[in-house]
C-alpha cells in the first residue's frame, strides 16, 4: 500500500524558476568537455563535482542563482582547457566572472 504525505504549509506565491534555464547552466550545458554532459544532455553533477573538489550541492547552488568562488573558476576553466574533446577551451576565466560575485 503506498501513501501520499499531504504538503504542509503554504505553497510559495511565485514559483521558483527552473535551475536548467539559468545562465549559468546553459553555459555549462554547451561549453562544458563532452564528458561532463549525461546522456539527456543535462550537466553531470556528480562527476564534475569529483573533478571540482566541490561538494555535488555547491554546484546545484551555482545554478540556482549562488556566487561561484574564485578558486572555482580557476578550476571549472583548467578543466576546459585540458580536455581532450572538439569543446576545449570553451569555458574561460572571462566567462565565469559575472557568476563569481566579484
Excluded: H
Amino acid at each position: 500500500m503506498t501513501t501520499t504525505l499531504n504538503q504542509t504549509g503554504r505553497p510559495p506565491k511565485t514559483e521558483r524558476p527552473s535551475i536548467y534555464t539559468t545562465k549559468i547552466y546553459k553555459l555549462m550545458q554547451d561549453n562544458l568537455p563532452l564528458a561532463f554532459i549525461s546522456d539527456d544532455g543535462r550537466v553531470n553533477t556528480l562527476l564534475l563535482a569529483e573533478a571540482m573538489p566541490n561538494k555535488r550541492m555547491t554546484i546545484y547552488r551555482w545554478f540556482g542563482g549562488g556566487n561561484m568562488s574564485v578558486k572555482a573558476v580557476s578550476r571549472l576553466a583548467e578543466i576546459s582547457a585540458s580536455a581532450k574533446c572538439e569543446r576545449k577551451g570553451r569555458i574561460t576565466v572571462e566567462k565565469l566572472l559575472p557568476f563569481c560575485g566579484l
